[in-house]
């Protein structure tokens, strides 16, 4: 089975089946690994080159193993390789989790029960929700949401598209050590500068494109197309990722909202720039049409991506 049809069936698997408790995934064997390798690296290494060491060595184990298994597999037989490799790309795509935290979110909202809203929301972010309230409390879910569009979805998409199973393996293990080590503070400064660097490096174009197309899937889902390529335009620097802020400036302009502003991390107080021009005030809704966003961006994205390989290969 040609590769973007394996990534089209592994992306039916998502959406039907989401991220089972039960399966083994790879991504929390990745973080396991990334953990040991840190002690290990810091003990022998200056923080900058253990966080380098840690980096090289994580991408190579990760793409060894996916290639060994892959290799085990189509040596038994084929088909066995055809299905680890769609098992693989599955694996890596998160569709149906990101709609279902955001959905947790939304129905605590809709009982006003803002203790079980903050705690679905921590899930989702790294901020404090400790004291948001109902509005904060979908500013973080819709923010996160459209970032994690990028991470999650179109980003996967695109590295297995371009390198196929052991491409967005390695792209989920640059992936998994910035969202362990991307962190400012004293302890990963130094350490995590290369994983977050790398991180920005590999998601510069999925989050370009992801933030072209998101006012497509607002024109097709009868939001606001037209402003949402306005603001994704005006807007999509006015964060501190090089690429975080593209996919939310299309999605504030989608739906008439603004996202940033004050936020609390670690109990520090930050205040990010505005993303988007406050039109009215954010409400539960939004979370479901953020979500309808992410379904319909991912669909267009699996297309463009199906029909350049298509073309190319």
Not at 90 to 103: E, F, K, N, P, W
Not at 154 to 176: D, E, N, Q
Not at 260 to 282: C, D, M, V, W
Request: proline share 5%; hydrophobic share 50%.
């Amino acid at each position: 089975m040609r590769l973007e049809y394996q990534i089209l069936v592994a992306l039916a698997l998502d959406l039907l089946l989401g991220d089972p408790q039960w399966l083994p995934h790879p991504v929390r064997l990745i973080g396991w690994l990334t953990a040991r390798l840190e002690t290990i690296t810091r003990a022998l290494l200056p923080a900058w080159a253990a966080g380098m060491a840690t980096v090289l060595l994580t991408i190579a184990t990760t793409g060894l193993a996916a290639w060994g298994l892959l290799a085990a597999a189509s040596a038994f037989h084929p088909a066995l390789g055809t299905t680890v490799s769609i098992l693989l790309l599955y694996t890596s795509l998160a569709v149906r989790d990101l709609i279902a935290h955001g959905h947790r979110v939304f129905t605590a909202l809709q009982a006003n029960d803002l203790p079980l809203a903050r705690s679905h929301t921590a899930f989702l972010v790294s901020r404090d929700t400790v004291h948001l309230d109902a509005q904060g409390i979908t500013r973080a879910t819709v923010e996160s949401l459209a970032e994690n569009l990028v991470d999650g979805i179109t980003a996967p998409l695109f590295f297995a598209m371009l390198g196929g199973p052991i491409g967005v393996m390695c792209y989920k293990a640059a992936s998994t050590m910035d969202s362990m080590f991307g962190y400012k503070n004293e302890q990963y400064r130094e350490f995590g500068w290369a994983s977050a660097r790398l991180d920005d490096l590999l998601n510069f174009v999925p989050a370009r494109l992801t933030g072209a197309l998101i006012p497509l899937a607002a024109l097709l889902t009868g939001f606001d197309g037209r402003n949402a390529w306005r603001i994704f335009r005006r807007d999509r620097r006015n964060h501190a990722s090089p690429n975080s802020g593209h996919s939310e400036a299309a999605v504030a302009g989608a739906l008439n909202i603004q996202l940033g502003g004050p936020s609390s991390y670690f109990g520090t107080p930050t205040l990010k720039p505005t993303i988007g021009e406050a039109g009215r005030p954010l409400e539960p809704a939004d979370i479901g049409g953020v979500a309808r966003l992410l379904l319909l961006t991912t669909a267009l994205t699996a297309l463009l991506l199906f029909l350049l390989r298509q073309s190319c290969f």
